[in-house]
């Protein structure tokens, strides 16, 4: 019977030794000022294949994601380990998570320099891991485990940021809620034009194509934060009140006889506005 319980749990052990092994190197890399070499792990176990984000991974999907961050951090020093707690927020849609992490002092029967550091970063990716979109884990995944297999270059990076054929389930769902939104936000003054300029401005696009799988997901998580809360509606307006503010502040005025100039043209007929709208709402 202990034989049976023992080889139940050797595929989660040998998937949680892997991946400890491999996110002690980056920490150790990360303090020591190397290079940061992996960012997926992929093994084979019990005839299937076991992949996923190692802690530099987690971070890099964080970081693309957006919106993420640790408030907390508290530890606890035990006889023999560390004992560190995270708290992770994501400022988008209010959710927060906790993670906790159990190091030991000793490594290979000597004692570990580094034993602290890696459980305050531990217990980081494991509640910011918590936080993350499933889309953006894959979009992360995906590039790197290319990279990994030496099949993938920078080139292919836009082609993984794009939805496969048409308006991608991320996009979609952004839609939908945006329209919910759009009698909450005229009643607060954002009509659609001012939300999507405060979209191009916020992601740095000038069309939706421009947009990658990943940003459309924040987007979405962001409208819907909006949606269900009206606290979270109240600091989405402000946040486009803000934006828009800045960039009107920013704008340099053109000269006077110029402006006449694009305002009545030469057979005295009214100027039409012939800038392109692609908002997608």
Known sequence: MAEEKKDELVPVTAEYEVVDHVDDQAI???MTGQTIQDYVYSFKQGGRTVEGLTLAGINEAANRRGGIQVEEVDYEERDHSWIATAKAVDTITGSSRYGAYEQPKMVGGRADPFAFTKAIHKAQR???KQLLPV?????VLNFYLKRKIGSGSA???P???QSSGGISTAQKATFA????LAGPLEGKGIDKAALWNYIKRKYGVESRNDMSEMQWTQLSAELKAAETSPQLLDELCERIKQLTTAA????????????NQKTVPSDGAPAENTQPQDSPF
């Open 155 to 157: 080139a292919e990076q």
């Open 248 to 259: 009107q502040e920013s704008e340099v005025p053109e000269p006077e006889e110029a402006a």
């Open 177 to 180: 809620i945006a329209n919910n």
């Open 126 to 128: 494991n509640a910011v």
């Open 28 to 30: 150790i890399e990360l």
């Open 135 to 139: 889309p953006v884990i894959r979009e």
């Open 159 to 161: 082609q993984l940021q």
